[in-house]
């Protein structure tokens, strides 16, 4: 995980005879040092791994982690796909999109074999393996190591926010795998060979990320970018109009081959129509926490404004050098940040490599000149150095502690059971030794939980499906009991609700309270209960 100094007069023509020759001069107490010493890809590694592990309390902060176990499970029992609701006492037999079935079974094996902390293991892992390549993609695209590390780093810690053991972490590796096919073809196309074929994994890639997440569709406004960008870069340069044909043409066949891929889900062609209703629908989402735009006033949205300035100082850099099609891709992806914080989880995979190759070509333009010649003489022996470590020990050692960690062996750093301060854990294990009698309500954030905790036997008022909900009454209704309208107890009356498992100390308790047909039979610092008299 090496790269080239920021500033180096040498061509690499010349200094790799220098280093074969260092090499074969290297004793054998410096061969065993070449293994044990962590290179700057290794460190930058072993820095995530920490930044992970210290972190690993925000795997299981979400309840949506429980209905998806429970439909992997509901898969692998029945085998076969869920095609309506069995979850809810509100819109049992409705028709439902379980359209990330395929990561709810791999959840589903990871509990059954693991428990909750070899899913948070499994989460570890993934991010950590998908920051790894990010770095390593921002090498391969000319970064220096140094810069690279610091925005992996930065990558890791904007996205912290959206740390949740779900299957959108899949997405990561999905759009690295697919951003990498689509920039060896752009680099080595004129080269051919095996790295110009890339392209055409897409949309095998396609297919699997369909069956996994609804993320896959971010690709095809990615392709029309690269395509107009091209078109553009060409246009200035004056070149061939038969390569511009050609170039257009591959991006058409991978984008109809991509669409046709992903139609090989349970749902076919009907999942786009599902997924454009639901994110287009902006009442909807407006009401949904985790697509509300950044919030400035917070230490993630001050990350976030950060990343959002590299994104500008880049995207005005690759527009001065015309290369359009970057530019495009960095002001899609800062829309998209800006518009939903959710995003900026998949918005690092695509513009830290872009940026990361920005400054790095800035920091050698402006360490370039005579006054900066002591400093670039130093760098280059630092970085000559780390040529020659391999970082294999803490590559290992990463691997090992890793494979550990999904086992199920959580070393006391990861969580065991779901976070207490944020879902009714305890509250749950109170009602559950009384035993429920009756339907019960409880807010969405809280309804995954209980799916987990207590499905087939209960069933509840709503959950994190809110794509679900939507196509009923139910999603409008439990917004006006939340929001106490004047109507909110004759829509409990009409779903005979019993129980109320709420937030502890919301408005909705005081006001039930004050109508005195409802008591509080149990309360901690997370959670009350109240029960009907």
């Given at each position: 995980?090496?790269?080239?100094?920021?500033?180096?007069?040498?061509?690499?023509?010349?200094?790799?005879?220098?280093h074969?020759?260092?090499r074969?001069?290297?004793?054998?107490?410096?061969?065993?040092?070449?293994?044990?010493?962590?290179?700057?890809?290794?460190l930058?590694?072993?820095?995530?791994l920490?930044?992970?592990?210290?972190?690993?309390?925000?795997?299981?902060q979400?309840?949506d982690?429980?209905?998806?176990?429970?439909?992997?499970?509901?898969?692998?029992?029945?085998?076969?796909?869920?095609?309506?609701?069995l979850?809810?006492?509100?819109?049992?037999?409705?028709?439902?999109?379980?359209w990330?079935?395929?990561?709810?079974?791999?959840?589903?094996?990871?509990?059954?074999?693991?428990?909750?902390?070899?899913?948070?293991?499994?989460?570890?892992?993934?991010?950590?393996?998908?920051?790894?390549?990010?770095f390593r993609?921002?090498?391969?695209?000319?970064?220096?190591?140094?810069?690279?590390?610091?925005?992996?780093?930065?990558?890791?810690?904007?996205?912290?926010?959206?740390?949740?053991?779900?299957?959108?972490?899949?997405?990561?590796?999905?759009?690295?795998?697919?951003?990498?096919?689509?920039?060896?073809?752009?680099?080595?196309?004129?080269?051919?060979?095996?790295?110009a074929?890339?392209?055409?994994?897409?949309?095998?890639?396609m297919?699997?990320?369909?069956?996994?997440?609804?993320?896959?569709?971010?690709?095809?406004?990615?392709?029309?970018?690269y395509?107009?960008?091209?078109?553009?870069?060409?246009?200035?340069?004056r070149?061939?109009?038969?390569?511009?044909?050609?170039?257009i043409?591959?991006?058409?066949?991978?984008?109809?081959?991509?669409?046709?891929?992903?139609?090989?889900?349970?749902y076919?062609f009907?999942?786009?129509?599902?997924?454009?209703?639901?994110?287009?629908?902006?009442?909807?989402?407006?009401?949904?926490?985790?697509?509300?735009?950044?919030?400035?006033?917070t230490?993630?949205g001050?990350?976030?404004?950060?990343?959002?300035?590299?994104?500008?100082?880049?995207?005005?850099?690759a527009?001065w050098q015309?290369?359009?099609?970057?530019?495009?891709?960095?002001?899609f992806?800062?829309?998209?940040v800006?518009?939903s914080?959710?995003?900026?989880?998949?918005?690092v995979?695509?513009?830290?490599?872009?940026?990361?190759?920005?400054?790095?070509?800035?920091?050698?333009?402006?360490?370039?000149g005579?006054?900066?010649?002591?400093?670039?003489?130093?760098?280059?022996?630092?970085?000559?150095?780390?040529?020659?470590l391999?970082?294999?020990?803490?590559?290992?050692?990463?691997?090992?502690?890793?494979?550990v960690?999904?086992?199920?062996?959580?070393?006391n750093?990861?969580p065991?059971?779901?976070?207490?301060?944020?879902?009714?854990?305890?509250?749950?294990?109170?009602?559950?030794?009384?035993?429920?009698q009756?339907?019960?309500?409880?807010?969405?954030?809280?309804?995954?939980?209980l799916?987990y905790r207590?499905?087939?036997?209960?069933?509840?008022?709503?959950?994190?499906?809110?794509?679900?909900?939507?196509?009923?009454?139910?999603?409008?209704?439990?917004?006006?009991?939340?929001?106490?309208k004047?109507?909110?107890?004759?829509?409990?009356?009409?779903?005979?609700?019993r129980?109320?498992?709420?937030?502890?100390?919301?408005?909705?308790?005081?006001?039930?309270?004050?109508?005195?047909?409802?008591?509080v039979?149990?309360?901690?610092?997370?959670?009350q209960?109240?029960?009907?008299?």
């Amino acid at each position: 995980m090496n790269a080239a100094p920021i500033s180096s007069p040498v061509s690499a023509a010349q200094t790799a005879p220098q280093h074969r020759s260092r090499r074969l001069r290297t004793a054998p107490a410096g061969n065993i040092a070449r293994w044990l010493m962590p290179s700057v890809g290794s460190l930058c590694l072993l820095l995530t791994l920490y930044l992970l592990t210290i972190s690993s309390w925000r795997f299981l902060q979400d309840s949506d982690t429980g209905w998806h176990i429970r439909t992997g499970d509901l898969i692998r029992q029945t085998g076969a796909v869920p095609r309506h609701d069995l979850f809810s006492f509100t819109m049992p037999g409705r028709e439902w999109f379980a359209w990330e079935w395929l990561a709810d079974v791999l959840m589903s094996l990871l509990h059954e074999r693991a428990g909750l902390a070899g899913l948070a293991g499994a989460t570890l892992a993934l991010l950590c393996l998908s920051y790894a390549l990010l770095f390593r993609v921002q090498i391969a695209r000319g970064a220096d190591a140094f810069v690279a590390c610091a925005l992996t780093l930065l990558a890791a810690m904007v996205s912290m926010v959206h740390w949740l053991a779900r299957p959108h972490l899949l997405s990561l590796l999905l759009l690295l795998g697919w951003c990498g096919a689509i920039e060896s073809w752009r680099r080595h196309r004129l080269d051919g060979g095996w790295r110009a074929r890339l392209v055409y994994l897409a949309p095998p890639l396609m297919a699997l990320w369909a069956n996994l997440h609804g993320a896959f569709a971010v690709t095809f406004p990615m392709l029309a970018i690269y395509a107009a960008g091209e078109t553009l870069e060409f246009i200035s340069r004056r070149e061939q109009s038969r390569e511009l044909r050609r170039v257009i043409g591959t991006y058409l066949i991978v984008g109809l081959s991509s669409a046709a891929a992903t139609l090989v889900t349970p749902y076919g062609f009907r999942l786009y129509g599902h997924l454009w209703r639901y994110l287009t629908d902006r009442e909807l989402l407006a009401r949904i926490q985790e697509f509300q735009s950044p919030d400035f006033h917070t230490v993630d949205g001050k990350l976030i404004e950060i990343l959002l300035v590299l994104m500008a100082l880049a995207g005005v850099r690759a527009a001065w050098q015309r290369r359009f099609a970057e530019t495009g891709l960095l002001l899609f992806w800062a829309h998209l940040v800006l518009q939903s914080e959710r995003h900026v989880t998949l918005a690092v995979i695509v513009v830290m490599p872009i940026i990361a190759e920005q400054v790095t070509a800035l920091l050698r333009e402006s360490l370039s000149g005579e006054r900066w010649q002591s400093v670039t003489a130093w760098y280059r022996g630092i970085m000559a150095i780390d040529r020659q470590l391999t970082g294999a020990l803490a590559y290992l050692g990463t691997t090992a502690f890793l494979l550990v960690l999904m086992s199920g062996r959580n070393l006391n750093v990861l969580p065991t059971r779901f976070d207490e301060r944020r879902l009714p854990v305890a509250a749950a294990e109170f009602v559950a030794a009384r035993g429920w009698q009756g339907n019960v309500y409880a807010p969405d954030q809280f309804g995954g939980y209980l799916i987990y905790r207590f499905f087939p036997q209960l069933k509840v008022f709503v959950d994190g499906r809110s794509d679900f909900y939507r196509t009923g009454p139910v999603f409008d209704e439990y917004l006006r009991v939340l929001t106490i309208k004047p109507d909110w107890a004759e829509i409990l009356d009409r779903y005979d609700v019993r129980w109320m498992l709420l937030r502890r100390d919301e408005p909705l308790v005081t006001v039930a309270l004050a109508t005195g047909r409802w008591s509080v039979i149990y309360q901690d610092s997370t959670a009350q209960v109240l029960l009907r008299k």
